[in-house]
């Protein structure tokens, strides 16, 4: 019973990792505390239904369509909303204020679009249902295929993040904007490009999301609250930190729930939130100073 | 090189720079002594495009108006600041910090020897390219931040108090580095408070008070220079003992 938890949990905390990802970096980098962001994923969830459901296009294939789409949809709302936000803002608490108010209202704005679209009932569709064997335990192959693709995402970020010049440049706004500059960075150029990118990823975890799990117009703000726990947990703006805190996250409320009562996996969940924020608020990688 | 003319700054309503004019020719190496809050700071900033200087002050740079050039941009014109502080990026590797400074165009040819460079001027950053510069010490981050700022191939390097909160020995071995740096060609200006080393690294230099420039000379002249003596070589009397007057 151990290791089938074990498999579920941390299938399950894939999913949380690649949902933490482009918030850590949209909140991390861009300095946007994007409280629309399940909304995003949850828009990709339906793309990626009705392109299954009309087109009959492989949920796999459709991650090629979705995820530009949501890299420029991000763009355009950076444009559009955030930027007018970024250059009025007095300092990084103030545009935080003001991302969080007009998030919160596109929140409602998307999901608003969503309900008129596709309604309120929980939507799905049925791909690579079928069930495989892994260290003895049985789960759906399309779990699977979402842990793999959510190790594979999750693993090329990292090495872009750490490998690339322009990963570095990521990393350096994240943590010492004010000194962004010096070297020739732009760091509204970087900022756009962090929220576009976490818009990518969002769609991406909408796509994958979708191949297993039920959907609904108003279900976007489970995700956030999730992917804020994630990304809290591995430190705001910690591609790594996002990664193992979501595999975590999945591991504890499989156990929880397997051990002690399923009721109990989210009061676990934000049980652990509140301990992290009260004793190590930089994450569990995080470092004194590191914001 | 530099050509800075009639260059005024304010905060609100305090004047933190008063109608400045310095020059600094290429390959020179040129000196601003003056006490705390005498400016210093606030002039490099307006070089390097941080600060807003008042409509009308002149910042030509090798022939080139900066004025309309934002921050960002006047690396790329071969401006690199090592700002008071360092503003090195404590999160990333030594690697990556220099990686960083390669990010201008003008930079790109020839990255890998600028590296080596680097790192043979540093010999204690190549021991360390890995290692985070937030765990490093400060004399070492100085290190990263001047060696980031030559990534970037400057043609001048704008370098804030480089000895502030160093040791002695640490400050003689930083400026051991800087001698080697003007020696390559490139144009350095320096604020500093460390008149002994400063002005032996350099051909000449202004004295700042209260936002004005009050004096200039060549480093010699400075050297000798009683009011240059009273104000920070300790000289008997008053260690403590403020910018008194100007040589002209």
Redesign the interface.
Known sequence: MLTSTLVLGLVLGGTYAMAALGLTLQYGVARIMNLAYGEFIITASFATYVLFTALNLNPVVAIALVVPAGFLMSYGIYFIVIRPLAARAKDAASLEIDSILATFGMLFLIQGLLLVSFGSNYTNYSYLNTPVEVFGVVIAANRLLAFVLAIFFGGGLYLVMTRT?WG??M??V???P??????????NKTARLAFALGGALAALAGVVISMHETFTATGGVVFTMKALVVVILGGVGNLLGALVAGLLLGLIEALVSTYIDPGLTLAATYGIFLLMLLWRPTGIFG?A??R | MLDITALSLRYGKHMALNDISVQVGAGESVVILGANGAGKSSLLKAIAGLAQPDAGAGVLFNGTSLSEIPAHRRVEYGIALVPEGRGVFGELSVDENLSLGAIPRRARDGESQRRAGVYALFPKLAERRRQRVGTMSGGEQQMVAIGRALMSNPDLLLLDEPSLGLAPIVVGELFGALTKIRNSGVGLLIVEQNVKFSLSISDRGYLMEAGQIVGQGTAEQLSNSQTVKDAFLGSPGDPHNQTQGAIK
């Open positions: 010049r570095m440049a990393r350096a994240a943590t010492q004010e000194s962004a500059a010096l070297v020739g960075l732009d760091i470092r100073g590191s």
